[in-house]
Antibody
């Protein structure tokens, strides 16, 4: 069974940094690209970014709203994807979800973790 | 970037009703569309992908259709557990893979 567990959320001041983790189990983590999506309180879903598997270079893509501030990385030996968030703004307050595409897809339709809440406030 | 316009933003319906939610893309997306259901405090759950393919375990009262830029999610006979918020997401070509604004389905 695919399991994705996000952690690392919490309260952080504007301008500070935070690193989220997505710990995966139930599948061969290194075979899959991974994505992050966020949801501000009471709002809709916003795609944040994506990291390819090592077989496809392990490269990343980001939404314009976080590019240059957020970095996605992965440790295939630990089955963990990371979201490093720097220079945080109040508008980054959201639940952050990690996602893995369903079998047969490299990206697109995905399974989600339960999410972790990040609150950016002074 | 491809914009997704989802309608309606909210919908009131009764158990047993047939409901339809629509997503329109700003350009053709070649059926690269997924639908998700989200209940309060929970992560979104995949319902359909490739516009019309039902995810394993999802009841057959859910169906999807469409082509080009226009897509629909239909629930043929609403059940109490279907009251939730629904999102479409396009995954055509390269990122960003954008979501519709969501449709909140409420009990009438």
């Amino acid at each position: 069974e695919v399991q994705l567990v996000e952690s690392g959320g919490g309260l952080v001041q504007p301008g500070r940094s935070l690193r989220l983790s997505c710990t995966a189990s139930g599948f061969t983590f290194g075979d899959y690209a991974m994505s992050w999506v966020r949801q501000a309180p009471g709002k809709g879903l916003e795609w944040v970014g994506f990291i390819r598997s090592k077989a496809y270079g392990g490269t990343t893509e980001y939404a314009a709203s976080v590019k240059g501030r957020f970095t996605i990385s992965r440790d295939d030996s630990k089955s963990i994807a990371y979201l490093q968030m720097n220079s945080l703004k109040t508008e980054d307050t959201a639940v952050y979800y990690c996602m893995r595409p369903k079998g047969g897809y490299y990206w697109g339709p995905s399974y989600w973790g339960q999410g972790t809440l990040v609150t950016v406030s002074s | 970037d491809i914009q997704m316009t989802q309608s309606p933003s909210s919908l009131s319906a009764s158990v047993g009703d047939r409901v339809t939610i629509t997503c329109r893309a700003s350009q053709g997306i070649s059926n690269s569309l997924a639908w998700y259901q989200q209940k309060p405090g929970k992560a979104p759950k995949l319902l359909l992908y490739a516009a019309s393919r039902l995810e394993s375990g999802v009841p057959s009262r859910f169906s999807g259709s469409g082509s080009g830029t226009d897509y629909t999610l239909t629930i043929s006979s609403l059940q109490p557990e279907d009251f939730a918020t629904y999102y479409c997401q396009q995954y055509y070509s390269t990122p960003p893979w954008t979501f519709g604004q969501g449709t909140k389905l409420e009990i009438k």
